[in-house]
């Protein structure tokens, strides 16, 4: 297939581009690199051995994606654009409205007008809020507590009103858990700008010596050691499950989703022992109040994808670990390298 991937430089847009690369898929990318540089691109072509054609562009403008879309004759699409921080969303509401939202309308109508059938979304476990029962599956109520989280039910509810009203399209919403690690090469990974919003990325600056102390944000949360738990999975399985839904919505018309995760959950404290095991390194940490919007825990039933779309999480935490602290590793300062 020709795709069409928005956000091609993100985090997980960079390792989706390498895994659909890697199985023959031609590979189209968008990005504003507001959240990325267009120096990933290198990174990707040198992972994947081959090349993407890239394009800077902001989905928001409606006329620059109409002209995109009249040119690129693409079969699919695969859509990350968007801000991702739940923290940050509920500052900027607005700005997260605009941003997943927003271009998200822009990136519906132009497939449907240029009849680019088959779509596969980034989605969220914060859709879930703070769920009653675990493990979340498919079936749990959606109730997200954050502006991030609803952004990215009313893009869900956008794409399935989308199918309900046009029998030919497909769209395959995938609800990530908590993506970490980096590609086994070392040549991509989180680059987060400015503090990171997510937790592995400022565990690693930590034990880079580039931040003194981590701030764990609650610990009197209702579990064994008090802090959140989340499920943490590989951003290369996550990245994988892009490739298999490609081929579901190809033979699967009308819209669904589906859990990426472990079907484990881990402490933000194990998170800090097993990145102390992988980096060989000290990371001290005070607890701090809680931040709003996050969950006590939450963890996946991946059970719907292990079986339609025949996808399973492999990489286990140490790994995950060792693979992010080696991408770390490879963009520190001489001088950090060794201490």
């Not at 199985?23 to 990005?31: N, Q, S």
Request: charged share 20%; glycine share 8%.
């Amino acid at each position: 297939m020709r795709v069409l991937v928005t956000g091609v430089t993100g985090y997980i847009g960079s390792h989706a581009a390498v895994e659909l690369l890697d199985v023959g898929h031609d590979v189209v990318g968008v990005d504003d690199f507001s959240a990325s540089s267009p120096s990933v691109r290198a990174a990707i072509e040198r992972a994947a051995g081959r090349p993407i054609e890239l394009h800077e562009l902001d989905l928001r403008n409606r006329a620059a994606v109409n002209c995109l879309f009249d040119k690129g004759n693409f079969d699919a699409v695969i859509h990350f654009a968007g801000r991702k921080f739940v923290g940050e969303s509920m500052d900027r509401p607005v700005r997260y409205y605009s941003r997943n939202v927003g271009a998200s309308i822009n990136l519906a109508a132009a497939a449907q007008r240029h009849r680019v059938e088959k779509i596969v979304f980034s989605s969220s476990c914060t859709v879930y809020g703070n769920p009653a029962q675990l493990p979340v599956n498919e079936a749990t109520p959606v109730a997200p507590v954050s502006p991030y989280g609803r952004t990215k039910v009313a893009v869900e509810d956008l794409f399935s009103d989308l199918c309900a009203t046009d029998p030919n399209m497909s769209v395959l919403s995938l609800r990530y858990f908590n993506p970490i690690g980096a590609h086994p090469s070392g040549l991509l990974g989180e680059v987060p700008q400015g503090t990171p919003n997510n937790l592995l990325p400022y565990v690693m600056q930590v034990a880079a010596g580039q931040r003194s102390t981590l701030s764990v944000f609650g610990g009197d949360y209702d579990t064994a050691d008090g802090t959140c738990i989340r499920d943490y999975v590989h951003v290369v399985d996550i990245a994988k499950a892009h490739v298999r839904a490609l081929d579901y919505v190809d033979h699967v018309r009308g819209f669904d989703a589906m859990n990426l995760g472990t079907g484990r959950g881990s402490s933000v404290l194990e998170i800090i022992t097993a990145c102390r095991i992988a980096t060989r390194r000290d990371i001290p940490y005070q607890i701090v109040d809680r931040r709003a919007g996050d969950a006590a825990v939450i963890f996946a039933d991946p059970t719907r994808a292990n079986i339609d779309l025949g996808w399973r999480a492999e990489a286990n935490l140490t790994q995950m670990c060792f693979d992010h602290w080696r991408f770390e590793r490879a963009h520190l300062a001489p001088e950090a390298q060794a201490s």
